[in-house]
């Protein structure tokens, strides 16, 4: 007869190799589903970063995008554009997809110094109108029960900004188009924003509201203050110096901060070029410190007596007569209105083997408010 000679110490040996071959398979069964939720977790990122990422970082996956690409605009195939909104065949051109629209957009606010600090407006048309209140609603005091005699009524003033089409005709070689490593989305925002950017910046401080924008330097101006100047007209301070800034150029830029009333110091900017701005870093208080202050952190504007200082190479140079610095809060003081849509045509004929692609937008602009914005004048 067989008989169980295993002993206690044997038994529970053995109960306890049982115990931890059952945890570890519950451990590898938890790590298993563990990896599993890990996976999951990722393809959710994954698709949560595509969706997220910048459309023209690599190329984009629209379907619209890429059959704009790759249909019209490396083929130059309209069947592939039937989709877009805006698609406009009778104006030779089509509405370019949001996606590259906005990367156009987004490298002009980067590249344009003013268009980053002004007032933007998206407009359906060429033309765009604007009232603004040139006087406060009257008002006055009376007792609880007494009567409540009419107030004086606001006035009014139109602003209607000078437009024109603003256009860039980069070009690129057939064989670049062919080649599938070519990033065309990239490259076409890149030349179209640089183009619009040089072109639109000059208008914006300078241009005369011919076919263009009127500059906020075109604008009427005068040494009137606040309430004592027409509408529309800027204030100059002179630098006391018919050649230069003067002498006393600290005392001139804090008189010149302080024409703007308080509400609209708060985001307010000095704009200059660089060879002033290359004067302005020499100047200095009586006890040596210099007025102007490098940025602290990487990506933060340098200032001027605490305000920012944008650079703008479109500004004058020092000189006579020249307005050389501005002053002022461009948010409230400068509108600029567009049309959204970018229209390009794709022009395979004209400078063969080059494919041009001619790009336009409609854009204006003009002083908004004029109490916005002040201006340093070279004069004695």
């Known amino acids: 007869m067989d008989t169980d000679t295993t002993t206690a110490p044997e038994t529970d040996r053995l109960e306890e190799s049982f115990d931890i071959v059952a945890r570890q398979d519950r451990t590898e069964a938890d790590v298993a589903a563990l990896r599993s939720d890990v996976d999951e977790v990722k393809a959710r990122v994954d698709r949560i970063g595509k969706a997220a990422r910048p459309a023209l970082s690599g190329g984009s996956d629209s379907p619209e995008v890429k059959g704009f690409v790759d249909g019209y605009l490396r083929r130059g195939s309209t069947a592939e554009v039937k989709s877009i909104s805006g698609a406009t065949p009778s104006d030779g051109g089509y509405a370019v997809p949001q996606e590259i629209d906005a990367a156009i957009a987004r490298e002009l606010v980067e590249i344009s110094p003013i268009r980053a600090i002004a007032q933007v407006v998206q407009t359906g048309s060429a033309g765009y109108r604007k009232l603004v209140a040139t006087g406060g609603v009257a008002s006055g005091w009376v007792a609880e029960t007494a009567g409540r005699p009419e107030t004086a009524t606001p006035d009014f003033s139109e602003i209607a900004p000078p437009t024109g089409e603003l256009y860039a005709n980069p070009a690129a070689s057939q064989a670049m188009l062919d080649d599938a490593a070519f990033d065309l989305e990239a490259w076409l925002a890149s030349e179209i924003a640089m183009e619009f950017a040089r072109a639109e910046g000059a208008a914006f401080v300078s241009g005369n509201g011919t076919n263009r924008p009127e500059g906020f330097l075109a604008a009427a101006n005068s040494t009137a203050e606040d309430g004592a100047r027409a509408f529309g007209t800027l204030q100059y301070l002179g630098s006391g110096d018919a050649a230069g800034l003067g002498t006393t150029a600290e005392i001139t830029l804090i008189d010149l901060v302080h024409t703007l009333k308080a509400g609209h110091r708060q985001g307010a900017n000095f704009v200059m070029n660089s060879a002033t701005l290359a004067e302005i870093r020499k100047l200095r208080t009586d006890d040596g410190a210099f007025l102007w202050q490098p940025g602290l952190v990487d990506g933060q504007p340098d200032r001027l007596l605490g305000y920012p200082v944008v650079e703008a190479e479109d500004m004058p140079d020092i000189g006579a007569g ?5 002053f002022g809060n461009f948010r409230h003081g400068y509108l600029i209105a567009e049309r959204s849509a970018t229209q390009i045509l794709r022009d395979p004929f004209t400078n063969k083997p080059f494919v041009h692609f001619y790009a ?14 002040k201006l340093l004048k070279i004069e004695a």
């Open 360 to 373: 336009t937008r409609r854009v204006g602009g003009q002083v908004l408010d004029s109490n916005a914005i």
């Open 322 to 326: 020249e307005y050389p610095i501005a």
